[in-house]
């Protein structure tokens, strides 16, 4: 690795007040530090995000958000960059407002203190496109009382309020900020062991907590069942090995509700996978142990490890 302090425009973003701090694999990687997207590595080959990409500013965010809440620095290479784009999650306006409180809290060292914002570069906090949006959602979360906003000339600063942490203590944990995930497969006993020594122990490294509807005992109808339950996951792994129907349905149900679908199905049924889905990127794998590999390897690469678990 060797330490570099150049000037650069961001792969991402394309501010040009970016540094590029590190290099490393003879510069074929290279550590970027921007204001507005964070820190993190991206290789040469994948250095140009698709021009026809239009949500850059969910990229910054998703970087951000790493950075700040797990403190990790993403690394982006030319193969696991098109599943990160295509699994950034969506989210409304009012969770954007909780989604700024929770960074807020994040960025305070204790409570009562004055965090402060830079509107033109701290805009991916609350996962907004630039910093007309990041302001609405400070105003709107100061005018709830959630937070006092207080300016001088060059920046301003927010402390949160005791109604914020109270607000906090209550609704700070979104399903979407949740620990579980779904698991959607088949049941039969040729899959048994690409759950046990697959799927599962990948998901629990990740340091989430693997759901799978047969393994709960329940008594509520199927149906409700595991749509309460892919609401309350973080995301969506959907092997589609022996291509059952329930398993398309219920990847589709989370995308719908904007949760993060990770596709793998085993080498000899790649031909099988359903027309609208065969361009989504799929884990092909040939044993449990390569499943359970690469699986692990894209949830780090595309949602990030958990550390409510660790
Ligand atoms: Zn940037």
Redesign the pocket.
């Known amino acids: 690795m060797s330490t570099k302090n150049e000037k650069v425009d961001?792969p991402?973003?394309?501010?040009n007040d970016?540094t590029l701090i590190n290099t490393r694999d003879r510069g074929g990687d290279c550590e970027?530090e921007?204001?507005?997207?964070g820190k993190y590595w991206i290789t040469r080959s994948s250095k140009k995000i698709p021009d026809n990409f239009k949500e850059k500013s969910k990229l910054?965010a998703w970087i951000r958000e790493k950075n700040l809440f797990y403190d990790i620095i993403p690394e982006f290479d030319s193969r696991n960059i098109k599943s990160i784009i295509e699994n950034l999650p969506y989210y409304s306006t009012s969770q954007k407002q909780i989604i700024l409180l929770r960074a807020l809290r994040q960025k305070s060292k204790y409570p009562g203190d004055k965090v402060q914002l830079n509107e033109e570069q701290d805009f991916p906090l609350a996962w907004a496109d630039n910093a007309n949006e990041f302001r609405f959602y400070l105003q709107s979360i100061s005018m709830r009382g959630f937070v006092e906003l207080d300016s001088t000339l060059d920046h301003f600063t927010a402390n949160i309020s005791h109604a914020g942490w109270e607000y906090l203590d209550k609704y700070g944990e979104l399903p979407a900020f949740q620990n579980q995930v779904f698991i959607a497969m088949s049941f039969s006993k040729a899959l048994e062991e690409a759950w046990e020594k697959g799927i599962k122990p990948a998901v629990e490294k990740a340091g989430y907590k693997p759901y799978r509807i047969d393994k709960i005992p329940h008594i509520e109808r199927i149906d409700a069942k595991i749509i309460t339950e892919i609401k309350n996951s973080k995301f969506l792994i959907a092997d589609v090995t022996e291509q059952k129907n329930g398993v398309y349905y219920e990847a589709g149900f989370a995308q719908g509700l904007k949760r993060p679908v990770i596709w793998s199905v085993r080498n000899d049924e790649i031909d099988e996978v359903h027309f609208d889905t065969k361009t989504f990127n799929h884990i092909v794998w040939e044993t449990p142990k390569e499943l359970s590999q690469e699986l692990y390897y894209r949830i780090c690469a595309t949602i990030g490890e958990s550390r409510t678990q660790k």
């Open positions: 961001c991402i973003c394309s501010l970016t970027i921007c204001p507005i997207c910054s």
